[in-house]
């Protein structure tokens, strides 16, 4: 029977990074992944590193720990990692109040912009309205698709790490790992699973309280070639949606009007940003309906408002933009808490649930989770 300190199951960022984290700390590590490569949410994300986005405390903290991780591992794994920031924009007063309030009370790195200094950092910030916007250098870039697949591919380089895919985990148990090649003996098993309910510990999964997202993304190129090294640019929706927002007095007061004005935007959990990748091609995005099960099928007015709504921030979504592909990702969201972990039985143990966080904090998180053992 084959023996290994460490076994993951699941290939997406999370298995990835507890992965990276044993290998660091010396351990013999196993991963295994059921497809071909992972298909899962980890490639079907924005590929943005956003501590901006996390309340201040440990998960700041932990955001900027996977940020430093990500760019070290960048250089390791030669992937793209642009520093290029975000750039929060505010078209009504309480948007730019909020903005003002966060840059007080909690910016680190962060500087209020006026209009005029606003197009200095982005010129396909839409001026018309335009009251002005918080800047923060923190935020990374990343094209999740070629990360993932370059860590993948790093990490199995490694003398001692094992990295098996298309291949799926059927059971598992304390100390022990059964795949449909064989037996594999753990001292610790780490159930990296996404948003798959079902496979493994569906009962633990069942009485967890965990649901689901489902998310619609597209990918854009425009015929006018616009500055590539821009920050990422979010409207004031994106306000409403992250938690380090929330903190922000003004915040309640400024979702009400938004969920009057913009029902849908509501009813879908849309909040809208856009993003460019190494290759020229726009990242924009999106929606997020919740539940348990979801239909397979992208709903075209999503879409639509979306980019509608982009249309008032951004000046790409006017100059000759062609949309390329559409998709929707599903992630496990833990309602009642930043990510899920449980131990079924000893040396085992799930970890998911982050959320939209998942590239945000994987590798702070999964730093923390090896240092206990």
Not at 129 to 151: D, T
Request: aromatic share 10%.
């Amino acid at each position: 029977m084959n023996k290994t300190d460490v076994a993951i199951v699941g290939g997406g960022i999370i298995g990835l990074a507890h992965a990276y984290a044993a290998w660091k700390k010396g351990y013999q590590v196993v991963l295994f992944e059921k497809d071909e490569t992972a298909v899962g949410a980890s490639v079907r994300n924005f590929g943005l590193i956003w501590p901006i986005g996390q309340p201040q405390g440990k998960l700041f903290e932990r955001a900027i720990r996977s940020r430093e991780i990500w760019l070290k591992l960048a250089v390791e794994a030669d992937f793209w990692a642009l520093q290029n920031g975000s750039l929060h924009l505010a078209y009504h007063q309480d948007e730019m109040d909020v903005l003002n309030e966060y840059h007080q009370k909690f910016g680190f790195k962060t500087s209020v912009l006026n209009p005029i200094e606003v197009q200095t950092v982005s010129s396909i910030s839409n001026s018309k309205g335009l009251l002005g916007g918080l800047f923060s250098e923190l935020e990374v870039n990343v094209n999740p698709r070629e990360a993932v697949s370059s860590i993948t591919d790093w990490l199995r380089a490694q003398d001692s790490v094992t990295i098996i895919t298309g291949e799926k985990v059927v059971h598992t148990e304390t100390g022990r790992l059964t795949a449909v090649s064989g037996e594999w003996q753990a001292d610790m098993i780490y159930i990296c699973s996404g948003s798959d309910f079902q496979s493994l510990y569906s009962n633990a999964f069942r009485s967890s309280g965990l649901i689901k997202s489902k998310l619609q993304m597209m990918k854009a190129v425009s015929s006018v070639q616009e500055v590539s090294k821009g920050p990422t640019l979010c409207g004031g929706l994106t306000l409403k949606h992250y938690q380090s927002f929330a903190e922000c007095q003004g915040t309640a007061k400024l979702i009400q009007r938004l969920n009057e004005e913009l029902p849908l935007y509501h009813k879908y959990g849309i909040h809208v940003m856009i993003s460019k990748n190494q290759a020229g091609e726009w990242i924009i995005g999106d929606s997020h309906e919740y539940g348990l099960t979801f239909d397979p099928f992208n709903k075209a007015d999503i879409n639509k408002l979306i980019l509608d709504y982009l249309s008032g921030f951004c000046t790409v979504a006017g100059n000759g933009m062609k949309i390329t592909e559409t998709w929707y990702g599903v992630y496990a969201k833990n309602p009642a808490g930043t990510e899920y972990t449980f131990e079924p039985e000893t040396g085992v143990k799930i970890v998911t649930g982050f959320g939209g966080a998942g590239m945000t904090f994987s590798f702070g998180f999964a730093e923390e989770e090896i240092e206990k053992l």
